[in-house]
T-cell receptor, first 113, second 116 residues
Framework: AQSVTQPDIHITVSEGASLELRCNYSYGATPYLFWYVQSPGQGLQLLLKYFSGDTLVQGIKGFEAEFKRSQSSFNLRKPSVHWSDAAEYFCAVGIYTGNQFYFGTGTSLTVIP | DADVTQTPRNRITKTGKRIMLECSQTKGHDRMYWYRQDPGLGLRLIYYSFDVKDINKGEISDGYSVSRQAQAKFSLSLESAIPNQTALYFC???????????????FGPGTRLTVL
Protein backbone atom coordinates (compact mmCIF):
# COMPACT_ATOMS: atom_id res chain seq x y z
CA ALA A 1 0.00 0.00 0.00
CA GLN A 2 1.09 3.51 -0.68
CA SER A 3 1.97 5.75 2.22
CA VAL A 4 3.62 9.04 2.98
CA THR A 5 5.50 9.78 6.20
CA GLN A 6 6.43 13.16 7.51
CA PRO A 7 8.37 12.31 10.65
CA ASP A 8 8.47 15.83 12.07
CA ILE A 9 5.15 17.02 13.43
CA HIS A 10 6.45 20.43 14.35
CA ILE A 11 9.66 22.35 13.59
CA THR A 12 10.83 25.69 14.92
CA VAL A 13 13.53 27.67 13.15
CA SER A 14 14.93 31.15 13.47
CA GLU A 15 14.32 33.63 10.73
CA GLY A 16 17.22 33.51 8.29
CA ALA A 17 18.16 29.96 9.18
CA SER A 18 18.04 27.10 6.73
CA LEU A 19 15.16 24.66 6.67
CA GLU A 20 14.71 21.03 5.74
CA LEU A 21 11.39 19.21 6.02
CA ARG A 22 11.48 15.47 5.64
CA CYS A 23 9.21 13.28 3.57
CA ASN A 24 9.42 9.55 2.95
CA TYR A 25 7.13 7.53 0.78
CA SER A 26 6.28 3.94 0.18
CA TYR A 27 5.32 2.98 -3.34
CA GLY A 28 6.35 0.24 -5.74
CA ALA A 29 7.22 2.47 -8.65
CA THR A 30 8.49 6.00 -9.08
CA PRO A 31 5.69 8.18 -7.78
CA TYR A 32 4.71 11.69 -8.59
CA LEU A 33 5.73 13.78 -5.59
CA PHE A 34 4.37 17.08 -4.39
CA TRP A 35 4.82 19.60 -1.63
CA TYR A 36 1.94 21.84 -0.63
CA VAL A 37 1.84 24.66 1.88
CA GLN A 38 -1.16 25.67 3.93
CA SER A 39 -1.04 29.07 5.55
CA PRO A 40 -3.32 29.69 8.53
CA GLY A 41 -6.95 29.84 7.40
CA GLN A 42 -6.02 29.16 3.80
CA GLY A 43 -6.27 26.31 1.34
CA LEU A 44 -3.37 24.29 0.03
CA GLN A 45 -0.98 25.92 -2.38
CA LEU A 46 1.34 23.88 -4.59
CA LEU A 47 4.99 24.62 -3.85
CA LEU A 48 6.63 22.22 -6.25
CA LYS A 49 6.34 18.80 -7.86
CA TYR A 50 8.53 16.04 -9.19
CA PHE A 51 7.57 13.74 -12.02
CA SER A 52 10.82 12.72 -13.70
CA GLY A 53 14.18 14.03 -14.83
CA ASP A 54 16.35 16.23 -12.68
CA THR A 55 15.99 15.06 -9.10
CA LEU A 56 16.40 18.58 -7.70
CA VAL A 57 13.28 20.62 -8.37
CA GLN A 58 12.75 24.28 -7.78
CA GLY A 59 9.48 25.69 -6.56
CA ILE A 60 7.88 28.94 -5.61
CA LYS A 61 8.89 31.14 -2.69
CA GLY A 62 12.51 29.98 -2.84
CA PHE A 63 11.81 26.35 -1.96
CA GLU A 64 13.46 23.35 -3.52
CA ALA A 65 13.17 19.61 -3.03
CA GLU A 66 15.35 16.67 -3.87
CA PHE A 67 14.09 13.25 -4.89
CA LYS A 68 16.30 10.43 -3.65
CA ARG A 69 15.14 7.11 -4.97
CA SER A 70 17.55 5.08 -2.80
CA GLN A 71 16.11 6.65 0.33
CA SER A 72 12.50 6.92 -0.88
CA SER A 73 12.64 10.52 0.17
CA PHE A 74 11.57 13.89 -1.14
CA ASN A 75 12.80 16.46 1.36
CA LEU A 76 11.90 20.12 1.10
CA ARG A 77 14.57 22.76 1.68
CA LYS A 78 14.95 26.48 1.87
CA PRO A 79 18.30 28.20 2.48
CA SER A 80 16.95 31.16 4.43
CA VAL A 81 13.54 31.10 6.09
CA HIS A 82 11.32 34.16 6.27
CA TRP A 83 8.71 34.83 8.94
CA SER A 84 6.02 34.49 6.27
CA ASP A 85 7.02 30.85 5.75
CA ALA A 86 5.32 29.89 9.00
CA ALA A 87 2.65 27.43 7.87
CA GLU A 88 1.74 23.76 7.62
CA TYR A 89 3.57 21.80 4.95
CA PHE A 90 2.23 18.65 3.34
CA CYS A 91 4.04 16.11 1.24
CA ALA A 92 1.90 14.09 -1.17
CA VAL A 93 2.32 11.14 -3.46
CA GLY A 94 0.32 10.97 -6.66
CA ILE A 95 -0.60 7.58 -8.00
CA TYR A 96 -1.24 7.78 -11.72
CA THR A 97 -3.58 4.82 -11.80
CA GLY A 98 -6.77 6.20 -10.33
CA ASN A 99 -5.28 9.66 -10.13
CA GLN A 100 -5.31 9.57 -6.37
CA PHE A 101 -3.24 11.46 -3.87
CA TYR A 102 -1.91 10.29 -0.55
CA PHE A 103 -0.95 12.99 1.89
CA GLY A 104 1.41 12.96 4.78
CA THR A 105 0.19 14.15 8.14
CA GLY A 106 1.92 17.49 7.76
CA THR A 107 4.73 19.42 9.43
CA SER A 108 3.92 22.64 11.21
CA LEU A 109 6.63 25.26 10.86
CA THR A 110 7.14 28.05 13.37
CA VAL A 111 9.56 30.85 12.56
CA ILE A 112 10.97 32.86 15.45
CA PRO A 113 12.53 36.31 15.07
CA ASP B 1 -11.49 35.35 -8.99
CA ALA B 2 -10.40 32.10 -7.43
CA ASP B 3 -10.30 29.05 -9.68
CA VAL B 4 -11.81 26.73 -7.05
CA THR B 5 -14.41 28.12 -4.69
CA GLN B 6 -16.17 26.52 -1.76
CA THR B 7 -19.33 27.55 0.02
CA PRO B 8 -19.90 28.08 2.82
CA ARG B 9 -16.49 28.87 4.29
CA ASN B 10 -17.68 28.19 7.80
CA ARG B 11 -20.68 26.27 9.07
CA ILE B 12 -21.91 25.30 12.49
CA THR B 13 -24.68 22.73 12.64
CA LYS B 14 -26.29 20.34 15.09
CA THR B 15 -26.16 16.57 15.29
CA GLY B 16 -28.66 14.94 12.95
CA LYS B 17 -28.96 17.84 10.54
CA ARG B 18 -28.44 17.44 6.82
CA ILE B 19 -25.95 19.82 5.29
CA MET B 20 -24.41 20.35 1.92
CA LEU B 21 -21.02 21.76 1.05
CA GLU B 22 -20.57 23.09 -2.44
CA CYS B 23 -17.59 23.36 -4.72
CA SER B 24 -17.33 25.19 -8.01
CA GLN B 25 -14.39 25.50 -10.37
CA THR B 26 -13.55 27.60 -13.37
CA LYS B 27 -10.43 25.67 -14.34
CA GLY B 28 -12.27 23.49 -16.83
CA HIS B 29 -11.00 20.34 -15.14
CA ASP B 30 -12.85 17.08 -15.44
CA ARG B 31 -11.75 15.60 -12.14
CA MET B 32 -12.92 16.77 -8.75
CA TYR B 33 -12.26 15.56 -5.22
CA TRP B 34 -13.45 16.01 -1.66
CA TYR B 35 -11.05 15.67 1.27
CA ARG B 36 -11.33 16.20 4.98
CA GLN B 37 -8.49 17.43 7.13
CA ASP B 38 -8.15 16.56 10.78
CA PRO B 39 -5.29 17.63 13.05
CA GLY B 40 -2.53 15.06 13.01
CA LEU B 41 -4.14 13.05 10.24
CA GLY B 42 -3.44 15.14 7.17
CA LEU B 43 -5.91 15.05 4.31
CA ARG B 44 -8.03 12.01 3.61
CA LEU B 45 -10.02 11.41 0.45
CA ILE B 46 -13.80 11.16 0.82
CA TYR B 47 -15.04 10.94 -2.77
CA TYR B 48 -13.74 11.69 -6.22
CA SER B 49 -15.29 12.13 -9.63
CA PHE B 50 -13.58 11.76 -12.98
CA ASP B 51 -16.51 13.17 -14.91
CA VAL B 52 -20.19 13.90 -14.43
CA LYS B 53 -21.18 10.25 -14.69
CA ASP B 54 -18.26 8.79 -12.77
CA ILE B 55 -18.21 8.98 -8.98
CA ASN B 56 -16.01 6.92 -6.73
CA LYS B 57 -15.64 6.34 -3.03
CA GLY B 58 -12.44 7.34 -1.37
CA GLU B 59 -10.80 6.22 1.84
CA ILE B 60 -13.49 7.52 4.21
CA SER B 61 -16.84 7.76 2.38
CA ASP B 62 -19.11 6.42 5.14
CA GLY B 63 -21.58 9.05 6.28
CA TYR B 64 -21.10 11.17 3.17
CA SER B 65 -22.63 11.39 -0.28
CA VAL B 66 -21.79 13.50 -3.31
CA SER B 67 -23.41 14.91 -6.39
CA ARG B 68 -21.69 16.02 -9.58
CA GLN B 69 -24.23 18.42 -11.01
CA ALA B 70 -22.03 19.60 -13.84
CA GLN B 71 -18.41 19.55 -14.87
CA ALA B 72 -17.83 22.62 -12.74
CA LYS B 73 -19.82 21.65 -9.63
CA PHE B 74 -19.29 18.93 -7.06
CA SER B 75 -21.27 18.89 -3.82
CA LEU B 76 -20.67 16.96 -0.63
CA SER B 77 -23.58 16.08 1.65
CA LEU B 78 -23.74 14.90 5.21
CA GLU B 79 -27.15 13.24 5.48
CA SER B 80 -27.19 13.21 9.26
CA ALA B 81 -24.25 15.09 10.71
CA ILE B 82 -22.42 13.76 13.75
CA PRO B 83 -19.79 15.46 15.92
CA ASN B 84 -16.87 13.41 14.60
CA GLN B 85 -17.52 14.92 11.19
CA THR B 86 -16.25 18.20 12.57
CA ALA B 87 -13.30 18.97 10.31
CA LEU B 88 -11.92 21.17 7.58
CA TYR B 89 -13.18 20.08 4.17
CA PHE B 90 -11.35 20.73 0.94
CA CYS B 91 -12.41 20.43 -2.65
CA UNK B 92 -9.77 19.88 -5.32
CA UNK B 93 -9.63 19.56 -9.09
CA UNK B 94 -7.28 18.12 -11.69
CA UNK B 95 -7.24 17.69 -15.41
CA UNK B 96 -8.24 14.44 -17.04
CA UNK B 97 -5.48 11.92 -16.65
CA UNK B 98 -3.09 11.94 -19.53
CA UNK B 99 0.28 11.96 -17.93
CA UNK B 100 2.06 13.43 -14.99
CA UNK B 101 1.53 17.03 -15.89
CA UNK B 102 -2.21 16.60 -15.57
CA UNK B 103 -2.04 14.88 -12.22
CA UNK B 104 -1.53 18.01 -10.15
CA UNK B 105 -4.41 18.82 -7.86
CA UNK B 106 -5.60 22.35 -7.15
CA PHE B 107 -7.39 23.08 -3.92
CA GLY B 108 -10.16 25.37 -2.81
CA PRO B 109 -9.91 27.48 0.35
CA GLY B 110 -11.73 24.95 2.53
CA THR B 111 -14.93 24.82 4.54
CA ARG B 112 -14.68 24.63 8.30
CA LEU B 113 -17.55 22.52 9.59
CA THR B 114 -18.48 22.17 13.23
CA VAL B 115 -21.10 19.66 14.32
CA LEU B 116 -22.42 20.23 17.83
Amino acid sequence: AQSVTQPDIHITVSEGASLELRCNYSYGATPYLFWYVQSPGQGLQLLLKYFSGDTLVQGIKGFEAEFKRSQSSFNLRKPSVHWSDAAEYFCAVGIYTGNQFYFGTGTSLTVIP
Amino acid sequence: DADVTQTPRNRITKTGKRIMLECSQTKGHDRMYWYRQDPGLGLRLIYYSFDVKDINKGEISDGYSVSRQAQAKFSLSLESAIPNQTALYFCATSEEGGGPETDTQYFGPGTRLTVL
